[in-house]
């Protein structure tokens, strides 16, 4: 049986997460080409894929308890890392790049936890931009608008 194509994975348009991170940036009178080109530039690819159901399932079990792990023992180069070799498909459990899954679970601690500024490292490190904690804020300013409807 042959392996089936992924499906393309749009970060501004499939990730709530990624949506609001448009959002905050184009209030800053940015463009979206800019920031497009950034994550492109950034992460090597102007194509990403979304990460197949089961594999998915799989890791986002184990990524937040080694998230959790590494914000207690404050290792933010750990953390860092985490999510470059889950960005790269380098992380245990995927074998091939996930941003989407990146996405998801930076989704997952600007909603449950309060350390803003490990969140701007991150995003940074993965739109290829840096952000402060203001730029956090405003992000989670759109995503709890959205969710309020």
């Known amino acids: 049986m042959d ?21 905050a940036w184009l209030s800053l009178g940015k463009s979206e080409t800019d920031l497009k080109t ?38 933010s180069v750990g953390l860092n890392r985490l999510f470059s070799d889950i960005i790269s498909g380098k992380a245990s459990g995927l074998g091939k790049p996930a941003l989407d ?9 600007l909603t449950g936890f309060e350390e803003d500024q490990i969140l701007s490292v991150l995003l940074s490190s993965v739109f290829g931009k840096e952000f402060d904690v203001s730029f956090v804020e405003k992000v989670r300013a759109e995503y709890v608008k959205e969710l309020r409807g």
């Open 3 to 23: 392996e089936k194509k992924p499906f393309p994975f749009d970060p501004f348009a499939d990730s709530l997460l990624g949506e609001k991170v448009l959002i």
């Open 38 to 75: 950034s994550l492109e530039s950034n992460l090597n690819s102007k194509e990403f894929y979304f990460t197949p159901n089961a594999v998915k399932q799989t890791v986002m079990v184990r990524f937040p308890e080694q998230v959790r792990i590494l914000i207690g023992s404050k290792d």
């Open 101 to 109: 899954v990146a996405l998801e679970l930076l989704e997952w601690l």
